[in-house]
């Protein structure tokens, strides 16, 4: 039998971290009725020709939730209904732009403009400073590295995904996934028999953007074939759309739309907040989840209002999501901005992830002790759950495998609470498998209210206590016995 011991690496410059994504200019404008009628539409086609009169002229207005009038069937008999004209308000400028927050700031200007704001590139939560190097030529058969998948295992130490397996629909059957970031490889061995593929966007050719995307996509659908990585989820059925070409809000309500009720939307991005004036930096101290940003939070509650189940990355930022400093609303937002870290009435309805420690030992490294919350993980009462934030086994990378083939490439070493949240995703996926064959697939509140209320319990670390919300790692057995 093959070992599966971590081969000697090959001492050379590690791989990179991804590229960033463009910055994206947002035009909200002022509504003109909260249901869409034919006199909303005709006042709405008005306002967006004038705001069209004052871009450059090689720039344009997109909408962002599609053609309009497609919008109001995509939300008829869901909540969103009452309130789906106010979608209709959502726009990003395409085209030739020289000076975005110059335009931005014009814009603000016009009386038929709510709101203006340029949101700073979307990165990958990877952990801060992280890098990986390849290792040597690959053997001539990948190793079963399914020893080392640790989050497979049974609580507490993992979520019970290997007794999920055993339980019919317990493997994702039937369930479709959706990850919305920046690229992937689905030409990869371990990732073959239940991929849809790229199905919106155009994928950076930047291979940091490529190792997270088909990272991501190991950890959830990893083929169930006896070599590699095994998905949690290996039948979930998995896409990917990416937000180069179209932004965040666009790929996330274009899921949206290729997904039915019960399904489940990734979404593996953060940026920058206002900590720190939105500035990127190497630590990513300061970094939030995207529901900060007006259209990506109304892009996941229409996602949410169609009934999928949106799981959205909280940031490696080591921020207190609970600080008032996410209560002042930012100038250029709309006048009917609120904090959506508060949740209640201002809640996108996500599943928001925090990053907890995975066993001490595990790959002959400590994080602290398990489930306590990793140092840069944001956290706050708005947290729901938590995923494994270091030493998670996948695809991509190849510091585990390597050589010259991309396709043989493994990591022992994925990261961030971008390894976090595809946990918490095949934990879904595989309890959504297992409810159809019973009582049917639950809905996004259902699946949120299990997560906070099952789980191995989150636990202190120096520096770090429980107050500190990141939340439960999720227990699929205990899920499924609350149904």
């Known amino acids: 039998m093959a070992s599966t011991a971590r081969p000697s690496r090959q001492r050379r410059p590690g791989v990179p971290g991804p590229a960033v994504s463009p910055a994206e200019l947002v035009v909200v404008t002022t509504p003109t009725a909260t249901e869409i009628t034919p006199i909303a539409l005709r006042e709405n086609r008005s306002v967006r020709t004038h705001v069209d009169e004052l871009l450059p002229a090689d720039a344009h207005l997109v909408p962002i939730f599609g053609p309009e009038n497609r919008l109001a069937a995509r939300l008829a008999d869901t909540p969103q209904a009452a309130v789906a004209g106010e979608y209709l308000s959502y726009y990003s400028v395409r085209g030739a732009v020289s000076d975005l927050a110059a335009l931005a700031d014009r814009l603000r200007h016009d009386d038929t403009v709510a709101a203006a704001y340029v949101k700073p590139a979307a990165e990958p939560p990877l952990a801060p400073l992280a890098e990986n190097t390849v290792a040597p030529d690959a053997p001539a058969v990948t190793p079963d590295y399914r020893s080392r998948q640790g989050y497979l295992d049974a609580a507490p130490t993992g979520i019970d995904a290997a007794w999920a397996h055993t339980r019919p629909g317990g493997l994702g059957t039937g369930v479709r996934v959706i990850d919305v970031e920046g690229a992937w490889r689905f030409t990869h061995e371990d ?67 290729a ?21 990127s930096q190497p630590d990513q101290r300061g970094y939030i989840a995207v529901e900060w940003w007006p259209d990506d939070f109304a892009a996941i509650r229409y996602a949410v209002g169609r009934g999928i189940v949106v799981v959205e990355a909280a940031g490696n930022g080591n921020e207190n999501l609970d600080d008032p400093v996410y209560d002042a609303r930012p100038g250029d937002f709309p006048a009917t901005w609120h904090n959506p870290f508060r949740g209640g ?42 995923g494994w934030g270091r030493e998670v086994t996948t695809t991509g990378y190849g510091d585990l495998q390597g ?81």
């Not at 593929?197 to 994928?203: D, H, L």
């Not at 609470?417 to 595809?422: G, R, Y």
């Open 403 to 483: 050589g010259a083939d991309e396709d043989l490439w493994y990591t022992d070493e994925f990261s961030g609470t971008s390894s976090a949240s595809p946990i918490v995703v095949g934990a879904i996926a595989a309890y959504q498998g297992m409810r159809a064959s019973g009582a049917g697939r639950a809905t996004p509140d259902q699946i949120r209210s299990l997560l906070r209320t099952t789980g191995s319990p989150q636990t202190p670390a120096p520096g770090r206590p429980t107050t500190q919300r990141i939340g439960t790692l999720p227990d699929l057995r205990a899920m499924l016995g609350r149904t």
């Open 259 to 279: 997904l039915d009720p019960g399904d489940v939307l990734l979404i593996e991005l953060h940026r920058p907040g206002p900590r720190f004036d939105y500035r």
């Open 191 to 257: 990732l073959r028999q239940n991929q849809g593929g790229v199905i919106g966007g155009t994928s950076s050719a930047d291979i940091g953007w490529r190792n997270h995307g088909t990272a991501v996509a190991g950890e959830i659908s990893g083929d169930h074939n006896g070599f590699g990585v095994t998905g949690i989820a290996p039948e979930a059925h998995i896409r990917a759309i990416s937000i180069f070409g179209t932004g965040s809000a666009t790929a996330i309500r274009s899921a949206a739309d």
């Open 345 to 386: 009435d201002t809640d996108s309805g996500a599943v928001l992830v925090g990053a907890g420690a995975p066993p001490p030992g595990l790959h002959g490294r400590d994080h602290g002790p398990a489930r306590s919350r990793l140092p840069f993980s944001n956290y706050g009462a708005r947290l729901d759950v938590q």
